[in-house]
């Protein structure tokens, strides 16, 4: 399979992979295990839970409740009352800023990792 | 029964928008690597109907498709419909623009190529903006960004390589 790209396909393929490579290093700079995982409701923080405390969590949500497995440093979801079950097939989170979601019940996992150090510097 | 009349354009997007939903409809049975990832394979439809019919044409099977495909699909209205509209009109906004700025720009036209690129990349921005702004406002939404951007630029590539083979040999 041969890929012919014009100059015009060029000039957006190459402006797209300079928008990749900004968004890696602007997303992706601090990736350090995490030992804290917030999870949200409905936007609103739920609670923030220890990473290294091994339990199973009971997440009431907009459909229905949704179970969390923290064990080991690492945190996933085990059930969910949605349709896609995109949320279990996320996995084990383990890494700051890792994120599973369940859309349709509104219930976001995010592991916590290293706070930056400034939210913004003025000069 | 009122008469309505149909012109050709009517009938090909109908012909059109039929395959594309059933590209769509097969393609949602596919398993997903990574929630919001899929190679949007129906949009080869849509890139083929642009380079071949124009933009309207394109604009009408990809809406139609988006809404006959949820209703067969039973998610007409819920969050993945509203996704999938959102990605699908910025996607056809994005082609009408760079339809309207080309003859602009200096050198070629984009090829099915650089318009498949440009649709996935706009329809997975609009996509994920849409999903951060509606139902997870939260900044660690934002890591999954260059992920989803990386899979929309190969899908796209692919998507637009396979358009360019059916132009091929249907031109």
Known sequence: ?123 | MPAFTTTRDDHLIAWLTALAVCIHIVESVLPSPLPGIKPGLANVVTIAVLVRYGWRMAAWVTLLRVLVGSLLLGSFLSPTFILSLSGALCGIVALGAARALSPCLPGAELSALGYSMLAALAHMAGQFFVAYALFIPHPALLHLLPVLMTAALLFGLVSGRVAQALLDRVT
């Open chain 1, 1 to 123: 399979m041969t890929f012919a790209l014009n100059r015009a396909d060029s000039v957006i393929l190459i402006a797209t992979l300079a928008l990749l490579a900004f968004l890696y290093i602007r997303f992706w700079g601090d990736a350090t295990q995490g030992e804290q995982a917030r999870i949200l409701v409905g936007g609103k923080e739920f609670s923030v839970v220890s990473l290294y405390k091994d339990q199973r969590l009971r997440i009431p949500g907009t459909l229905g409740v949704s179970e969390i497995e923290i064990r080991a440093g690492k945190i996933r979801f085990i059930d969910s009352p949605c349709h896609g079950k995109q949320c279990i097939h996320t996995g084990w989170l383990t890494l700051g800023g890792e994120v599973a979601a369940c859309l349709p019940n509104r219930i976001t996992v995010q592991v916590l990792g290293r706070e930056p150090r400034f939210d913004a510097i003025n000069f």
